[in-house]
C-alpha cells in the first residue's frame, strides 16, 4: 500500500499538518487543470440509466467548463450571479459546476427531489437569475417562475428545451478560451440548502477556498485517494455529499469518478451487481443505504476491484459495520462533518476503530465537547460538539450562514462554532456521537440518545430500519417511542413487538427500551436521505 496516502503517526499528523491559505484561487486552474495536462487521464467513468458506459478525461471537463462558463456570460450571467443545478446523475451537472467556479458564477445545487414549493423558497432566498435542468423536471421549475421575479434564464439539457435555452447549443458554440481569474480566494463559490431536519433550510455559503482546499484531508487521509482510483459516491447531485466525495476530494487526489446515472426507487442488488461489474476501488454510502445493502445476499458477493468502503452522513451502525465487513472482507471507515465544513474527524483507515465511535479531531480543525458557556467539558461528559475559530479558523469551515444573522448569533458564540450536535469523547480524543441536540430523550431524569437504540433495534433480523423520538408522557415526562420498517420476511405482530422491545433490554441498557413501536413501511426522509425525526414528533403530536 502507498504509505504517502495513510495518515500514518495520527498525532504527529495532526501536531504538523497545514493546510495552504491563499489570498487569490481559483481551484479550476489551480488543481483541476494540472491533472488535465495529461490528454488521456480519465476524470470519469459516466454509465447511463440504460447501462451504456462512457469515459470522461480531465481534459474533455476542461475544454467544456470552459465552454460552458463562456456560455453563461453570453446570456448575461455576471460573477456573483446565482446559478440553480437541478439535474440527475448526467455528466452536465459536473461541467456547470466546474464551468460556474471557472466564471465566478455561484452554483446552487439542488436535487430533483425538490418540489415547485421547495424551488420557489431556494430561488427566492438566493436570489436565484439562472436555473437549469432537464426536461422532465422543467415542469417544476415553470411551476414556481411566476413567485419568482429574479429568475431570468432557463437553460435545458436534452433534446427537448420546451422552448427555452438548449444546454448543448449554448456551450457547443461557445469559445473554450477563458484565462484564470485569478479571484480572492475568500469570494463566494457556491451555496447549498441545509437538509432542514428542523426548520426552513438556511443557505451554507461556500467560498473558492474552504471546500476545495479543506477537501485535501477529506480525500488524503480519509478517502485513502490516489490517481489510480476509481471512486463511487452514492449520492444525488442535489446534496452537499456530492461535493464533498464526488467532486473535489477524489478529483484534488487525481482519482476518476464512477457515475451511475440511476433513476427511480434506490436498489441495493443493483449496488452490488455495479460493484462486481466495475473497477470500482473506493466506494462511498450513507448509512441508509448500507442498512439495506447488508440485507442482501453477501455470501456469493464477489467485488471487482474494491479496497477501501466509507460512510458518513449519520453514525454506521455497529452491527451493520460488522455485517458489510463479515460479507464483503471491508470495514466501513466513518467520518464526520456538516454542510458547513469539511471532514471535521473520522476513524481514518489504519487506525484503531472503536464501534459506535465518529472518530478522532480531524487536521485542521480543534474540535471538543462544549457546554452552553463554551467551556471543554472532561472526557467522558456529554455536551455539544464545538469547532474553536480562534486564533486559527479552519480553512475547512464555512464563513456563517448567508443573509441570516439569527442564525449565525445562535451557531457562532464566544470561540465556537456550534455544531448542534451532542457528544462524549473518550480519554483517547475518540468522539461519540450521541444526537442532534433537539433529538435527545430525556425520560424518567435519563438521557437517551436515540441512535443507539436505533442501533440496538438494528441488530434483530426483523428490522429493515428505525428511527426513535421522545413521546410525552405525563409520568416520565418522555418516552421511548420507536418506528420501525421491517425487513422482508416479517410481518407486524404483537409477537414481534415484544421481540423486539426484549431485544433492546438485553442489548442496551433496560430503560432506553421502546416503550411504543409503530410499524411503517417507510421512514420519512429528508431529500438528502437523512431520517426526518422532526416530521415524526409532528405527526406524535398530531
Known sequence: MNQQYLIGDYRETYRTFELPRPERYNWTYEVFDRWASDPGKRAMLWVSSEGEARDVTFREFSVRSKQVANALSGIGTKPGDRVMTMLPRLVEWWEIVLGCIRGRFVSVPGTTLMTPRDIAYRIQAAGISVAITDAENLPKIEAARDQCPDLKEIIVVGEDSGGYHGYEDLVSNASSELPNPNNPAE????????????????????????????????????????????????????WAQAAWSSFFAPWNLGSALFIWDQRGKYEPGTTLQALEKYPITTFFAPPT???????EDLENFRPRALRHCMGAGEPVNPEVIDTW????????????????TTLCAATFPGMEHRPGSMGVTAPDYYMAVVDDDGNELPDGDEGEIAIRMSPDRPVGMFPGYWRNPEANENCFRGDWYYTGDRATRDEDGYFWFIGRSDDVIISASYRIGPFEVESALLEHDAVAEAAVIAKPDPARTNIVKAFVVLAPGYEPSEAVLTELQDHVKATTAPYKYPREVEFLTELPKTISGKIRRTELRQREDA
Open 187 to 238: 469570494e463566494l463559490m457556491m451555496i447549498y440548502f441545509t437538509s432542514g431536519t428542523t426548520g426552513y433550510p438556511k443557505m451554507v455559503p461556500i467560498t473558492h477556498s474552504n471546500y476545495p482546499v479543506g477537501h485535501i484531508v477529506t480525500g488524503k487521509f480519509w478517502m485513502d485517494q490516489r490517481p489510480t482510483d476509481l471512486h463511487w459516491t452514492l449520492s444525488d447531485t442535489g
Open 325 to 340: 465487513r463479515e460479507g464483503t472482507g471491508h470495514h466501513i471507515w466513518e467520518a464526520y462533518g456538516q454542510t458547513e
Open 289 to 295: 443505504a448500507y442498512r439495506m445493502l447488508v440485507l
